[in-house]
């Protein structure tokens, strides 16, 4: 298995413009989640998916669109991108049988974003 | 809001010390909390998950505590090597009835020197 996988890895946007970061998984996941990690702190989730066709907001999701219309792929939109979204964005996966206390999330190498 | 604070945010020690990373959260009700590695320019790699039941889990030289009701987590590193050297991050899931949204520290950056 590939795991998480991202593309591009890095790139560096002007204001203004748009773009989407790619995520895929083939580990048949359920779950997917987009992060995002300023320099020195920690991880803020920006949206997440609980199964193909179903997203919802997480901590910090004005700017940014998902979508999951497949269970492998959960790419996300930046639409009109500002400087402050320069930042890394890491994409996550995990698997949700039940309610349950949880398993734990794989996460991709990455994309480093700088909006100039 | 679940809020999680790390101590130190930086640690550096000689090679073969034993060493200790604090992890507090503010919500005690959670499902469960893990620690993670990362290394400079990469993505995150999953150490330990303590289920929110349990009060320590161990893999070779890494020992993580739990004590939900103080709202607490202790990463144990015994022996450290330079290759121990990278970012620790602490996250722990809440008491959410959907998804299984993570709610993560700051991280303690670790160097390890030979």
């Known amino acids: 298995n590939a795991g998480v996988t991202q593309t591009p890895k890095f790139r560096i946007l002007k204001i203004g413009q748009s773009m989407t970061l790619q995520c895929t998984q083939d580990?048949?996941?359920?779950?997917m989640y987009w992060y995002r990690q300023d320099p020195g702190m920690g991880l803020k989730l920006i949206y997440y998916?609980?199964?193909?066709?179903?997203?919802d907001k997480g901590e910090v999701p004005n700017g940014y669109n998902v979508s999951r219309s497949t269970t492998e792929d959960f790419p996300l939109r930046l639409e009109l991108a500002a400087p402050s979204q320069t930042s890394v964005y890491f994409c996550?996966?995990?698997?949700?049988?039940?309610?349950?206390?949880?398993?734990?999330?794989?996460f991709g190498p990455g994309t480093r974003l700088l909006v100039l | 809001k679940q809020e999680v604070t790390q101590i130190p945010a930086a640690l550096s020690v000689p090679e073969g010390e034993n060493l200790v990373l604090n992890c507090s959260f503010t919500?005690?009700?959670?499902?469960?909390l893990q620690w993670f590695r990362q290394d400079p320019g990469k993505g995150l790699t999953s150490l330990l998950l303590?289920?929110?039941?349990?009060r320590e889990q161990t893999s070779g030289r890494l020992n993580a505590s739990l004590d939900k009701s103080s709202g607490r987590s202790t990463l144990y590193i015994a022996a450290s090597q330079p290759g121990d050297s990278a970012t620790y991050l602490c996250?722990?899931?809440?008491?959410?009835?959907?998804?299984?949204?993570?709610?993560f520290g700051e991280g303690t950056q670790l160097t390890v020197n030979p």
């Open positions: 580990m048949n996941h359920n779950y």
């Open positions: 303590i289920q929110s039941s349990q």
């Open positions: 919500d005690s009700a959670i499902y469960n």
């Open positions: 996550a996966s995990s698997y949700w049988a039940a309610v349950s206390e949880g398993t734990t999330q794989y």
């Open positions: 998916s609980v199964g193909a066709g179903i997203t």
């Open positions: 996250a722990v899931r809440a008491g959410e009835t959907s998804g299984s949204r993570l709610t």
